[in-house]
């Protein structure tokens, strides 16, 4: 009964958010990203458009508060993760930053901090080694208690370096129900994933 | 993170109706405990009246009953968080506390710890009191955080919630508006809360008053409430500057930080009780590795570097407190720093009670200097001592690298 109410509580909070008029593409097909990744939709995703400055894209199924798919492509040396916060009067905040070179348990940390900058608590549970688009990558599992609402999600992720460039999709969504539902898709997804020439 | 992509905040409202729950933009939460005296020569005066007669609940058709109604739903919500600790030591060990600060009205105030590696305590109308973890790690003993904890009792026993409700109402609805566009400590509600500084002023300069008459009745040393600020203010200086106190939005119409820690030394004046830093430590020391690393996965190495530092030099022989900065440094990677990741790391296992990630972070440092026996030594001293770590398969993946 418990998990009844809180799904229904979710989908509600989904419906009322699917309202809060974001622009979005529906996407399918083969998607090209930083045009250096390629990938081939095995169903329809949602982008939401966003300013040039954000360094990400951001997919989602069920909407952005409940699922976020974030692909990084092509990010170049000295190139930070995160959009630069507004001015607040102070230093800026460090930001995690790519550096050609790194190791797998960097890319990993680069994508933790990425997460956890503002509060919210990461805990890794996996990290192994893997292929992903054909090179030599790392994939983590992770979860994410975010700060602001309090929700318990789940993460998944993928990370690589190719010619001095890096690329990483990570998917978080609520771990009751969403995380589970949508998984398939996403590694589904993250199957298809090819460098281009 | 782009604000964009944040949750909604829909506890904004709840954060202004409780005294305090307010952090410093993104970085160190400091707490509401953390505003100013405003007073120019404080002192003790005469001894207030803030111990004894437990509150009646308030009818909940009257303002106050309504805001106990508004906290004690968030308390129930709060209750069933995934970032609620639930360890009954602890709890029990917090209860005894406020006890000892407040006597029987403790039986009205229920401490929830929550994870979060900022620091901040907040206290609700209804008794809430909610305290960080970024707050625990920063304390250094028993004395210090009954210091933030009295000032915010003495918050909750002068209702000094609903006289800033009352003041609030005209901002509620913009507070709200605000709200939406993120966490706690976004640049928005920090702009509309320091409308209600000028009005809260006086109520922080009565909390710190309160808060050290029971400080010191508690028979805890007084001087560390000022320590409290001490420490703080080398991590707010790091973005900051050295003038943190009259450039921040929120802290502008409020004393530099530094003049607090001195109000708050002269408050204390030559007291001497208990400090109980052992027993704190004994309580926290189940936790107090995650909260490191919380700390570290902020990625603002400046400020973390600042605290793990302190750590050090407090405590010499405390193998978490090295293996702290030196993954710090390790991570922070400036051409400096891998020697002293190198340093603090070997001086962490030279204790002989380092936690096992203290062996894979030397372990990665050696991996990048190319000294692949010592990488091979460390890696495998970490898989000895945690074979189940979650990053064991990645581990190994570079051990079967470095292997000849």
Redesign the interface.
Same mark, same amino acid.
């Given at each position: 009964m418990k998990k009844i109410t809180t799904l229904a509580l979710t989908l509600s909070l989904a419906a009322l958010?699917s309202a809060c008029g974001?622009v979005v593409n529906q996407l399918e097909g083969e998607q090209r990203l930083g045009q250096r990744l390629s990938v081939q939709l095995p169903t329809a995703w949602n982008r939401f458009e966003?300013?040039a400055s954000?360094p990400y894209q951001?997919w989602t199924q069920e909407g952005?508060?409940l699922d976020?798919l974030r692909i990084w492509a092509a990010i170049e040396p000295e190139q930070a993760l995160?959009?630069k916060?507004?001015y607040?009067?102070?230093? *800026?905040?460090?930001l995690?930053t790519f550096r050609a070179g790194l190791?797998?348990?960097q890319w990993?940390?680069l994508l *933790?901090?990425?997460y956890?900058?503002?509060?919210s608590?990461?805990s890794?549970?996996?990290?192994?080694?893997t292929t992903w688009a054909g090179a030599r990558a790392?994939r983590f599992e992770f979860a994410l208690?975010?700060?602001?609402?309090?929700?318990?999600l789940r993460g998944v992720g993928w990370a690589t370096e190719k010619d001095q460039a890096f690329f990483a999709a990570v998917f978080t969504a609520p771990r009751l129900h969403f995380y589970g539902q949508l998984l398939p898709q996403v590694q589904a997804l993250m199957r298809t994933a090819r460098f281009v020439p | 993170m782009n604000r964009s992509h944040q949750p909604l905040h829909r506890r904004g409202f709840l954060h202004a109706a409780c005294c305090h729950g307010l952090g410093f933009s993104g970085l160190l939460g400091a707490s509401a405990w953390a505003q100013g005296t405003g007073t120019d020569a404080p002192s003790l005066g005469t001894p207030p009246a803030l111990v004894g007669g437990r509150f009646q609940r308030p009818a909940l058709d009257s303002e106050e009953g309504g805001l106990w109604a508004l906290m004690d739903r968030e308390e129930a919500r709060l209750r069933r968080s995934s970032q609620v600790l639930r360890d009954s030591r602890l709890q029990a060990y917090l209860y005894d506390m406020v006890c000892r600060l407040v006597g029987d009205s403790c039986a009205d105030i229920r401490v929830h710890v929550v994870r979060t590696p900022l620091f901040n305590a907040t206290m609700a109308p209804n008794g809430m009191m909610q305290i960080w973890t970024g707050l625990l790690l920063r304390v250094d003993n028993e004395a210090q955080l009954a210091a933030v904890m009295g000032h915010e009792i003495a918050h909750y026993l002068e209702r000094h919630s609903l006289e800033r409700l009352r003041d609030m109402k005209s901002r509620a609805a913009l507070g709200q508006f605000m709200g939406l566009f993120g966490g706690v400590g976004t640049l928005a509600q920090l702009g509309v809360l320091s409308g209600a500084y000028a009005f809260s002023r006086e109520h922080e300069s009565r909390a710190d008053e309160l808060g050290m008459h029971m400080l010191k009745r508690a028979g805890y040393r007084a001087q560390e409430a000022a320590q409290v600020w001490a420490n703080l203010l080398g991590e707010l200086q790091i973005r900051g500057g050295a003038d943190v106190g009259q450039r921040s939005p929120m802290m502008a119409s409020h004393p530099p930080v530094a003049t607090r820690r001195d109000d708050l030394l002269k408050l204390a004046g030559d007291d001497t009780g208990e400090r109980r830093a052992e027993a704190l430590a004994q309580v926290l020391a189940a936790h107090r590795l995650d909260w490191i690393h919380d700390e570290i996965r902020r990625a603002q190495h400046d400020e973390s570097l600042v605290l793990f530092g302190r750590l050090v030099r407090s405590q010499p022989g405390d193998a978490q407190a090295w293996y702290a900065r030196g993954e710090s440094y390790r991570q922070r990677a400036r051409p400096e720093d891998l020697a002293l990741a190198q340093q603090d790391l070997q001086q962490a296992v030279a204790t002989g009670e380092a936690p096992a990630v203290a062996h894979r972070a030397l372990g990665l440092l050696h991996q990048q200097q190319n000294r692949k026996p010592q990488a091979i030594a460390a890696f495998t001293q970490y898989l000895a001592l945690s074979p189940q770590a979650p990053d064991s398969a990645l581990v190994r993946s570079y051990l079967t690298e470095l292997e000849p």
């Amino acid at each position: 009964m418990k998990k009844i109410t809180t799904l229904a509580l979710t989908l509600s909070l989904a419906a009322l958010l699917s309202a809060c008029g974001t622009v979005v593409n529906q996407l399918e097909g083969e998607q090209r990203l930083g045009q250096r990744l390629s990938v081939q939709l095995p169903t329809a995703w949602n982008r939401f458009e966003q300013d040039a400055s954000v360094p990400y894209q951001v997919w989602t199924q069920e909407g952005l508060m409940l699922d976020q798919l974030r692909i990084w492509a092509a990010i170049e040396p000295e190139q930070a993760l995160l959009q630069k916060p507004a001015y607040d009067g102070k230093k *800026e905040a460090q930001l995690p930053t790519f550096r050609a070179g790194l190791r797998p348990d960097q890319w990993v940390g680069l994508l *933790e901090a990425v997460y956890a900058t503002d509060g919210s608590v990461v805990s890794i549970d996996k990290v192994e080694p893997t292929t992903w688009a054909g090179a030599r990558a790392v994939r983590f599992e992770f979860a994410l208690a975010r700060q602001g609402d309090d929700l318990a999600l789940r993460g998944v992720g993928w990370a690589t370096e190719k010619d001095q460039a890096f690329f990483a999709a990570v998917f978080t969504a609520p771990r009751l129900h969403f995380y589970g539902q949508l998984l398939p898709q996403v590694q589904a997804l993250m199957r298809t994933a090819r460098f281009v020439p | 993170m782009n604000r964009s992509h944040q949750p909604l905040h829909r506890r904004g409202f709840l954060h202004a109706a409780c005294c305090h729950g307010l952090g410093f933009s993104g970085l160190l939460g400091a707490s509401a405990w953390a505003q100013g005296t405003g007073t120019d020569a404080p002192s003790l005066g005469t001894p207030p009246a803030l111990v004894g007669g437990r509150f009646q609940r308030p009818a909940l058709d009257s303002e106050e009953g309504g805001l106990w109604a508004l906290m004690d739903r968030e308390e129930a919500r709060l209750r069933r968080s995934s970032q609620v600790l639930r360890d009954s030591r602890l709890q029990a060990y917090l209860y005894d506390m406020v006890c000892r600060l407040v006597g029987d009205s403790c039986a009205d105030i229920r401490v929830h710890v929550v994870r979060t590696p900022l620091f901040n305590a907040t206290m609700a109308p209804n008794g809430m009191m909610q305290i960080w973890t970024g707050l625990l790690l920063r304390v250094d003993n028993e004395a210090q955080l009954a210091a933030v904890m009295g000032h915010e009792i003495a918050h909750y026993l002068e209702r000094h919630s609903l006289e800033r409700l009352r003041d609030m109402k005209s901002r509620a609805a913009l507070g709200q508006f605000m709200g939406l566009f993120g966490g706690v400590g976004t640049l928005a509600q920090l702009g509309v809360l320091s409308g209600a500084y000028a009005f809260s002023r006086e109520h922080e300069s009565r909390a710190d008053e309160l808060g050290m008459h029971m400080l010191k009745r508690a028979g805890y040393r007084a001087q560390e409430a000022a320590q409290v600020w001490a420490n703080l203010l080398g991590e707010l200086q790091i973005r900051g500057g050295a003038d943190v106190g009259q450039r921040s939005p929120m802290m502008a119409s409020h004393p530099p930080v530094a003049t607090r820690r001195d109000d708050l030394l002269k408050l204390a004046g030559d007291d001497t009780g208990e400090r109980r830093a052992e027993a704190l430590a004994q309580v926290l020391a189940a936790h107090r590795l995650d909260w490191i690393h919380d700390e570290i996965r902020r990625a603002q190495h400046d400020e973390s570097l600042v605290l793990f530092g302190r750590l050090v030099r407090s405590q010499p022989g405390d193998a978490q407190a090295w293996y702290a900065r030196g993954e710090s440094y390790r991570q922070r990677a400036r051409p400096e720093d891998l020697a002293l990741a190198q340093q603090d790391l070997q001086q962490a296992v030279a204790t002989g009670e380092a936690p096992a990630v203290a062996h894979r972070a030397l372990g990665l440092l050696h991996q990048q200097q190319n000294r692949k026996p010592q990488a091979i030594a460390a890696f495998t001293q970490y898989l000895a001592l945690s074979p189940q770590a979650p990053d064991s398969a990645l581990v190994r993946s570079y051990l079967t690298e470095l292997e000849p």
